[in-house]
């Protein structure tokens, strides 16, 4: 999940209708297009979708979806590709949380926030990595999670914390 404001609809990395960060995430990039499936459950093979109420879709101007050819243009292509890292790694995600609640990895917390300008946020509802329990992990563990290609996703998840002080700035750079 990516934070990108404190309030609803709020996207503090929206700057005058620009991306104002160095590196967007997949969840934006993907945007207007999603995977649908054409079924209740993800196992069938995912479709490339378009969201037309999306206010990135116009009918006047804009990117070509198709070529002369009527195949995908290099634009479509590139959102495929997003989609396509998406979907593996909805799929991946889910042994990966698996492992986190096996070995007891997983922990809620909340958030107090105070803003220079004296309002607070409590964020509640997260989960984060037990640090703790983390580092008093065991060498077969580690492998195991080492193996399933868990082990860097849970030490970003762990670094991904320290990123909480640039969204706090930019909120708090609105309201000085």
């Known amino acids: 999940a990516a934070l990108l404001g404190f309030e609803t609809h709020q996207n503090l990395f929206l700057q005058d209708d620009r991306w104002d960060a160095p590196y967007v995430p997949a969840m934006v990039q993907r945007q207007p297009f999603l995977i649908a499936t ?5 196992r069938a093979d ?3 979708s378009l969201d037309l109420d ?8 804009g990117e070509a979806l198709f070529d002369s050819e009527g195949g995908p243009s290099e634009f479509l292509n590139q959102k495929i590709a997003v989609l396509d890292k998406l979907h593996r790694g909805l799929q991946h995600g889910r042994g990966f949380i698996d492992a986190l609640l ?3 990895l997983l922990e809620q917390i909340t958030l107090d926030i105070a803003f220079n300008d004296g ?4 964020l509640e509802g997260f989960y984060t990595i037990a640090e703790e ?8 563990a580690l492998e195991s999670l080492n193996q399933a290609g868990y082990l860097q996703p849970v030490f970003m998840a762990v670094a991904s914390l320290s990123r909480m002080r640039d969204i706090i700035e930019r ?5 000085v």
């Open 38 to 42: 054409g079924k209740e459950d993800d």
């Open 46 to 48: 995912p479709v490339v």
């Open 54 to 61: 999306h206010p990135r879709v116009g009918h006047d101007e």
């Open 102 to 104: 096996e070995h007891q």
């Open 119 to 122: 309002d607070k946020k409590t």
């Open 133 to 140: 329990r983390l580092y008093q992990l065991k060498g077969d």
């Open 171 to 175: 909120r708090n750079r609105l309201r």
